[in-house]
Every structure is written in C-alpha cells, then in structure tokens.
C-alpha cells in the first residue's frame, strides 16, 4: 500500500465512474479536489456521508471544490444505491463515484484498511476501503489527508472549515489558530517581517514577536 504525505502529487489514474470513465487529473482540471473513499455501497453510514456530501455540494461549488467519491463497488452498484440515497437523505447524488473492484485507486492512495466494527480476525477478505479524505489543490498537491474509522461517519463541515483554511493560507501569508472559523482573526506567518505585514494586512495585534494576530484577510478591508 502506498504511504501518501502532505506535499506529495496526487497519483494520476484511469477510473469508471457512473457518470463515465475519467482520467484523473485531466477531470480536476483547474479545481481543488475532494477524494473520498467509502468502505462499501448499501451501507447505513456511508449512505449518511454521500447524502450529507451532496447537501453540501454547493459549499464546495463555491470554494471551486470538485466531488469524487470511490469504493469497491462496481459500477451498477453504484447506481442502485444512488437511488437510495436520493430517496432516504433528501438529496441528488450529482458527482462521479468511482467503481474499484479491483482495488486500483484504493491501493494507489493508500485507502485500505483496518474495519473496526469487526474482530481483527474477521476483517473483510477481499480488503475493503475505510473513510479517507484527500483534499487535493490545483497543482495537483496533496493538501489534506484524513482516515476515519469505519464506524463513525465523518463532519463535512470541519472539512469545508480545513478547506477554508488552506485556502486563504495558500493565497495570503497567514496561518490560521485552534478553532478558527471564517471571519476570526488570522496569525501573520512568523517569516513576514513587521514592516511587510502592516503593509499586506494593516494592522495587527503583536501578542509576542512570533504570535501577531489580524483581521481575516478575506474581509472587507
Ligand atoms: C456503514 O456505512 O454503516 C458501515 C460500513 C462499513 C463498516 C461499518 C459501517
């Protein structure tokens, strides 16, 4: 299994999806992505999560954020189960999941794993896919890389807030503290001088030379 970092290029591949076949990189485009893995279609969790994912498309729409989800199921499984999903979480499931039997992308990226709502001695066989999140920017760069357990759905509004946060650090020279939000205060990168940062964010608050505090720079000036 591959050990994908931070900072490393996002793997390219071939894939087939229910909206068609993709070569990866070519269907990022320009766009940041999410990649998500689920472990497996007709499940009660995973259901929740795509429902949830395509409430929030337009979240993601707005931050230029494609949608791509993958498991091992094939194709017609896929679309069987989109069904369900519609019918059950109010929602259109309207981005391409990728179907993996052979586990190509999932070995690629490093997806599959421990199941923690079975013994260890009773694990899926063949292996199946947990909750990992990729959040890959337009260079192609891994960004963000979260693995979940099996038994606990995860918070797509903590995933909006990590994009958030990479995206104003990647474009400003700012970092951002413990349970910041958009609209909070933004640290000034300890490698902008004083002098450099009244001149690229106005003014600060200096809590010690390393900790200076200003306005989102997102916000109106
Ligand atoms: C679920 O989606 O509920 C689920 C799927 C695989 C393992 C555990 C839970």
């Known amino acids: 299994m591959s050990a994908l970092r931070l ?3 996002a793997p390219d591949f071939e894939a ?8 990866f990189h070519k269907w990022m485009g320009d766009s940041w992505t999410m990649l998500m893995s689920h472990p497996a ?10 429902g949830a994912v395509a409430r929030y498309k337009p979240e993601f729409d707005k931050r230029n954020v494609k949608l791509i989800a993958v498991s091992c199921d094939p194709v017609e499984s896929h679309n069987g189960w989109i069904g369900d999903i519609n019918e059950t979480q109010k929602c259109t499931v309207n981005f391409p999941i990728i179907a993996d039997p052979e586990r190509k992308v999932a070995r690629l990226y490093g997806m ?4 923690d709502d079975m013994p260890k001695d009773k694990q899926p066989n063949p292996a199946l896919t947990v909750r990992c999140v990729f959040i890959i920017d337009p260079t192609k760069t891994v960004r963000l890389i ?5 038994s606990c759905g995860r918070n797509f509004d903590e995933i909006i807030r990590v994009i958030d946060s990479l995206q104003i650090t990647t474009y400003k020279k700012c970092t951002t503290p413990a349970n910041w939000k958009p609209g909070d ?15 690229l964010f106005g003014d600060f608050t200096k809590l010690k030379p390393y900790l200076r505090l200003t306005k989102d720079p997102s916000l109106p000036k």
């Open 16 to 23: 087939v999806t229910q909206e068609g076949p993709i070569s």
């Open 146 to 150: 979260l693995v979940y357990p099996a």
């Open 7 to 9: 900072g490393d290029i």
């Open 112 to 115: 599959i794993g421990y199941h």
């Open 41 to 50: 279609d007709y499940t009660p969790v995973c259901t929740t999560e795509l």
């Open 185 to 199: 205060d933004v640290i000034i990168s300890p490698a902008v001088k004083d002098e450099e940062a009244k001149t």
